[in-house]
């Protein structure tokens, strides 16, 4: 008997998946593979249910023979393994991001003889449904709030992308490109940066901008997406103060809260000492630390301490005790920053820190030290990558051209190549 093999990677068994298994059936005995969470996390959607529920599902589907687990999008690992005869797919992976996995699929089958059977994607009202019950599911706040401890133990090093708005939020949560290695790749997770909500607000970046608007932002980007959200906390003002946002951002399901160890107004870090700016002491910062931890009802949400004493040009030694001491305060990550465009010093925190502390996650965000990639991070012990105002810095100058030119043109012809078609805008935004 023939070998047909399918991949799934859903938490819901719908007609989709059984009318694969029927079309299965009739070439042969039937093996369903169960996508693993760190594939399914890289390529597709975070699972709400662990590998072995997912396996235990699909055994009870009519028609299945075996099942096991796949542990490569590119399905090498199980090519290797089975040899099977056909692989049967819905024919939605022949366009779009997956087409490359399919071309790598069939190039494994055609070296033996194997096949690909193409089968009609099916969505109809019933399965519609069901996807967006599973995408609600994704984010809800228990869900979604979590997903970021889950992204840290599973992945080498979590991409993160600023977000300022719903749209921006899409974006963040749609963009899939086939990598170097042909797998696909996303960003795993949002940053919602204090700098970029304001700019958005036509708000100087000081504070200005109070936390209830802030929360809105939230709010706007949960609605529509899915992935684990950083919110940037800035000093995270009075402790007395703090507690409360810690709480309200668990309700809201961020996954994560950064404060920075300065006081009084605020001034952007890339200024350094251009400005003059205020770092808290070890002990107020470390109290404001464990206050918010006291708070915080759930084990899910991180509190990460973000040091300026690199940008404050205080040395390495400071930056190090002051974070040996937040994280015996409670802090769940170190955020390190640096405005020089060189990275040494960025890696020597990384190194000596990552020498007496093997687990503490190490957040950088490189927007200064632009030139060094993520996996040469991770090799030094960073654990979070923030990308944290690249969207809104690109929007800006290309809205500036466009308005310039009409004005000089008095007609919007000279811009339209250079457009999005408001098609492709409304595709990217999900009706319900």
Not at 74 to 92: A, F, K, S, T
Not at 138 to 163: F, G, H, N
Not at 356 to 368: A, F, M, Q, Y
Request: hydrophobic content about 40%; some cysteine; proline content about 3%.
């Amino acid at each position: 008997m023939k070998t047909v093999y399918t991949c799934f990677s859903t938490d819901v068994i719908h007609e989709g998946h059984l009318n694969i298994i029927n079309h299965a059936k009739e070439y042969g005995r039937v093996i369903v593979g169960c996508l693993s969470d760190r594939e399914m996390m890289r390529c597709t959607k975070f699972p709400t249910t662990t590998e072995e529920e997912r396996m235990n599902l699909y055994r009870g589907i009519d028609g299945v023979d075996d099942v096991i687990l796949q542990d490569d999008m590119l399905y090498n690992d199980v090519i290797e393994l089975l040899h099977p005869d056909y692989i049967i797919h819905g024919d939605n992976w022949k366009t779009g991001a997956e087409a490359s996995i399919r071309s790598h699929v069939e190039k494994l089958l055609n070296s033996y003889g194997g096949q690909i059977i193409d089968i009609p994607y099916t969505y109809n009202e019933s399965v519609r449904k069901i996807d967006l019950q599973l995408k609600e599911k994704l984010s809800m706040p228990e869900y979604r709030r979590k997903r970021l401890r889950q992204l840290i133990e599973m992945t080498p090093v979590v991409k993160v992308m600023e977000a300022h708005s719903g749209l921006t939020g899409l974006i963040v949560e749609k963009t899939v490109v086939e990598g170097e290695n042909g797998k696909l790749d996303q960003f795993d997770a949002m940053w919602i940066s204090s700098l970029c909500d304001s700019t958005a607000k036509g708000k100087p970046d000081i504070e200005l901008v109070d936390m209830t608007s802030r929360f809105r932002t939230i709010e706007d980007i949960t609605e529509v997406t899915t992935k684990p959200i950083i919110f940037d906390g800035d000093t995270g003002g009075l402790t007395e103060h703090f507690v409360y946002t810690v709480r309200t951002l668990e309700r809201l399901g961020v996954s994560a809260v950064i404060i920075e160890d300065k006081t009084g107004l605020k001034k952007n870090s890339l200024f350094g000492t251009e400005v003059e700016q205020t770092q808290d002491s070890i002990e107020n910062f470390s109290a404001k630390i464990a206050a918010g931890k006291k708070a915080q009802l759930t084990d899910d949400f991180m509190i990460i301490a973000r040091i300026e004493s690199l940008i404050l040009e205080r040395g390495m030694e400071d930056a190090l005790s002051r974070a040996r001491a937040f994280v015996s305060a409670g802090a769940d990550g170190i955020m390190i920053h640096s405005r020089k465009k060189d990275p040494a010093e960025i890696i020597e925190f990384c190194d000596k820190f990552r020498a007496e502390d093997k687990t503490t996650p190490i957040v950088v965000v490189p927007s200064s030290f632009n030139s060094i990639t993520e996996s040469e991070l991770a090799s030094h012990g960073v654990n979070i990558v923030i990308y944290a105002n690249q969207l809104t810095r690109s929007a800006f100058p290309a809205m500036q051209k466009t308005a310039e030119d009409i004005l000089k043109y008095h007609r919007a012809k000279e811009v339209d190549d250079r457009l999005m078609p408001i098609k492709e805008i409304i595709t990217l935004i999900d009706e319900i």
